[in-house]
């Protein structure tokens, strides 16, 4: 049964320390199959904060850590157009991955990133033909391990606050809906919103796929949207999935929030008769 934790909107730029290394401390003792970053590993796409970044990254690593990351919208520089239109994402492949679009299979499951972040828009992110195709093409191989994809723009119109507000979906999004609904997707991991949240995909959109949304809130940075910092710890068990939400408590993070999903068909129902609850434990 793997476990994932899933992180996001780290903004090296705009930071606490306290929160790294609470972050760190947290991965050592959940010692989790693979952590997944979806994307805004920087505030401005500096070298100085992609080294941050980096470093943060490579502590994980020399600790024996599995990680998977995807490209934010804050990982392409804003304020210097040449690098932004002509190389924008060069830093982030020096320093954070040279693969925008990355693989991993897991005992259990198998997770592939996708690259959202475009020179073209500010904050808005866009989904490609090809990188369509690349979805259904990379998880037709995938035999009947559950399939999650990693973003880090929502495929979907999600709250980005207390009101009726919503954020826009990535770029392209109904064809992107069906080229996850083809591809037998069964998570969709991603960030953008600094708000954490999970919902069946058939809920918020009538052509989506039986996806199981997960949206990560701000695990390091102090630029928050009404809520404390936040992670998600995601333990996989075939059809089932229990998604713990890892809450900054002032001092540490700490378990909050603890839902298990059931898939039923081509939709997730949430669990919470007491045996479904037990089994989840």
């Not at 320390?17 to 050592?28: G, I, N, Q, T």
């Not at 990982?75 to 982030?92: A, C, K, N, Q």
């Not at 391990?145 to 980005?160: C, D, E, G, N, Y």
């Not at 939709?267 to 479904?276: F, S």
Request: aromatic share 6%; charged share 25%.
């Amino acid at each position: 049964m793997p476990r994932l934790l899933h992180l996001s909107d780290l903004h090296f730029g705009a930071h606490e320390p306290e929160l790294v290394e609470a972050v760190e401390a947290r991965v050592h003792e959940e010692k989790p199959d693979l952590v997944v970053i979806s994307g805004d590993f920087t505030q401005r796409a500096k070298t100085e904060q992609f080294k941050e970044a980096c470093a943060f990254l490579t502590r994980l690593k020399d600790a024996g850590q599995e990680l998977l990351g995807v490209p934010g919208n804050h990982d392409v520089p804003l304020y210097d157009v040449l690098r932004r239109f002509l190389s924008p994402l060069t830093r982030y492949k020096r320093y954070i991955d040279d693969t925008l679009c990355p693989y991993h299979e897991l005992d259990g499951a198998v997770v592939l990133g996708i690259n959202t972040a475009r020179s073209l828009t500010f904050s808005d992110g866009r989904i490609s033909h090809e990188q369509m195709e690349f979805i259904r093409r990379t998880f037709e191989r995938s035999r009947d391990l559950p399939r999650i994809l990693v973003t880090h723009h929502p495929l979907f119109a999600l709250p980005v606050g207390d009101g009726p507000e919503l954020g826009k979906p990535v770029g392209r999004h109904e064809l992107a809906l069906q080229a996850i609904a083809d591809a037998g997707v069964d998570i969709l991991l991603a960030g953008h919103n600094h708000r954490a949240s999970s919902h069946s995909a058939r809920d918020l959109a009538t052509r989506a796929g039986p996806a199981l949304v997960i949206q990560a809130g701000t695990a390091t940075s102090y630029r928050l949207r009404d809520e404390e910092q936040s992670f998600n710890r995601i333990d996989i068990d075939g059809d089932r999935v229990t998604l713990t939400i890892q809450r900054w408590d002032g001092t540490a993070f700490v378990s909050g929030d603890r839902q298990t999903y059931v898939q039923e068909g081509d939709h997730w129902r949430l669990a919470n008769t007491p045996v479904e609850a037990e089994h989840a434990g």
